[in-house]
Nanobody
Framework: QVQLVESGGGLVQSGGSLRLSCSAS????????MGWTRQAPGKQRELVAR???????IYAESVKGRFTISRDNAKNTVYLQMNSLKPEDTAVYYC???????????WGQGTRVTVSS
């Protein structure tokens, strides 16, 4: 049963923008927050941004001022607007939902973002 579906990845030049979308089933979307993580080749997965059900957000230091996470409750969708992209942002980006004491409970399949220099 597919519960998180990402879209919006692709190839972009350095300095460009992309918007990622993650559609969730309603039961998941209303739980404890949603987020975006990423995993670059040879590196561990890291949190990029998180948004609570109330709309509070946190960002990784590396993306502050460039990325914006938002949610549309009517569409059960969370977005990640990525501006001023850098080659080091190249990674597979994963949508995640329902943050618990042991981590995120639900994951999307991932969408690849490649930033060329």
């Amino acid at each position: 049963q597919v519960q998180l579906v990402e879209s919006g990845g692709g190839l972009v030049q350095s300095g460009g923008s992309l918007r990622l979308s993650c559609s969730a089933s309603r039961s998941i979307f209303s739980r404890n927050g949603m987020g975006w993580t990423r995993q670059a080749p040879g590196k561990q997965r890291e949190l990029v941004a998180r948004i609570t059900s109330g709309g509070s957000t946190i960002y990784a230091e590396s993306v502050k001022g460039r990325f914006t996470i938002s949610r549309d409750n009517a569409k059960n969708t969370v977005y990640l607007q990525m501006n001023s992209l850098k080659p080091e942002d190249t990674a597979v980006y994963y949508c995640a939902a329902d943050l618990g004491p042991t981590g995120w409970r639900y994951w999307g399949q991932g969408t690849r973002v490649t930033v060329s220099s």
